[in-house]
């Protein structure tokens, strides 16, 4: 069956880059929209963004300045980059497929 | 503040129905599908409910979605201990270019 992956630094300084990476495994990526989520320690869900396989982005207005969502289906892969983070970046990070089947998610905390 | 507004808390004693409200307005709910997550302690969110009334495939008949206006609800029949978790409803918002909101959560206790 289809797995979704998270991967990447559990620690970021504040200021620089968050870089993560969902590896699809069992299907392919070509097709469907591959969204990330987050969820602060304690707190609700908010969606960060989605990219379709084709390329096309869609992200949230109140993240959108700092976020970059691409794609690689040769690896069947997709990323996600925040910038500028700060300690309210931190967070459980998930990838989802079509806000449908999850990936058990990642933590990155934002310190110095 | 969260887009969609669910009481934080519910609870119920084995066997009883439970409901969850899930309440917004006519960009997201109003205008399109309603999704529901059940979240374990420790565990990635899980799909319960998809376009508003929906099962996926090995969710039991006991988990139950509906939709009205700009309103949904979740409901939970013969409660279980393993059902205590926290509930999140989603939908698609039309605002702006269009993006995904969740409400804020709410905790179900099985008493």
Redesign the interface.
């Known amino acids: 069956q289809v797995q979704l992956q998270e991967s990447g630094p559990g620690l970021v300084k504040p200021s620089e880059t968050l870089s993560l990476t969902c590896t699809v495994s069992g299907g392919s990526i070509s097709s469907y929209y591959w ?1 990330w ?1 987050r969820q602060p320690p304690g707190k ?4 960060i ?2 990219i379709y396989y084709s390329g096309s982005t ?4 109140s993240l959108k300045s700092r976020v970059t969502i691409s794609v690689d289906t040769s690896k069947n892969q997709f990323s996600l980059k925040l910038s500028s983070v700060t300690a309210a970046d931190t967070a459980v990070y ?1 990838c989802a497929r079509e ?7 990642t933590l990155v905390t934002v310190s110095s | 503040q969260s887009v969609l507004t669910q009481p934080p808390s519910a609870s119920g004693t084995p066997g009883q129905r439970v409901t969850i409200s899930c309440s917004g307005s006519s960009s997201n709910i109003g205008s399109n599908y309603v999704y529901w997550y059940q979240q374990l302690p420790g565990t990635a969110p899980k799909l319960l409910i998809y376009r508003n009334n929906q099962r996926p495939s090995g969710v039991p008949d006991r988990f139950s979605g509906s939709k009205s206006g700009t309103s949904a609800s979740l409901a939970i029949s013969g409660l279980r201990s393993e059902d205590e978790a926290d509930y999140y409803c989603a939908a698609w918002d039309d605002s702006l270019s269009g993006f995904w909101v969740f409400g804020g959560g709410t905790k179900l206790t099985v008493l």
């Open positions: 969204s989520i609700g869900l908010e969606w963004g989605y869609n992200y949230n207005p998930y806000m449908q089947l999850w990936g058990q998610g």
